[in-house]
């Protein structure tokens, strides 16, 4: 995950970053986070100089973003898979409906699960400011060629 934002606060190496801002986040499906900004810590681990109101750009690995979207999604769907086998074995004379309530708890329970430990224990792979963004268009904000062209053509 690559984001662009505006620094909000400087606390040591943690900063506040507001995101939302600039072109990229057009393409995002994200409307709360598009239209209000969403705001989100970062470390500064460079020790880049920043000021209140500078845009960085801040990044995630692709490995760090895959296992928290496993650590995320991978309980919840064997909670179904283990409320829907156990509820097979126990009752063996048991339909697809009592079977596909019982995965639904399950799974209802492996999302409470993952929301109560990600509570007690926050991701450890918080995003890490890359570069400052010098001032002028970004390369989120600047229209592709072909849409230049259009407006030329007007």
Known sequence: MQEVGRVLK???KTITVQGGELGGCFGCMNQECRTNGHQFTAENA???GL?????VEVSVSAGATASN???VL????????L???AVSIAV?????APRAAAGVVGLLAGFLGVYALSRKNPAKSVPVVVRVVPPG????AVPPPEEEALEDDK
């Open 46 to 48: 460079a020790g880049i």
């Open 137 to 140: 268009p970004t390369p989120e």
């Open 69 to 71: 979207a496993a650590a």
């Open 92 to 96: 063996p004379s048991s339909g697809d």
């Open 10 to 12: 400087i606390e040591g």
């Open 83 to 85: 409320a829907y086998a």
């Open 51 to 55: 000021s209140i109101g500078d845009l």
């Open 74 to 81: 991978l309980p919840p769907v064997a909670g179904f898979a």
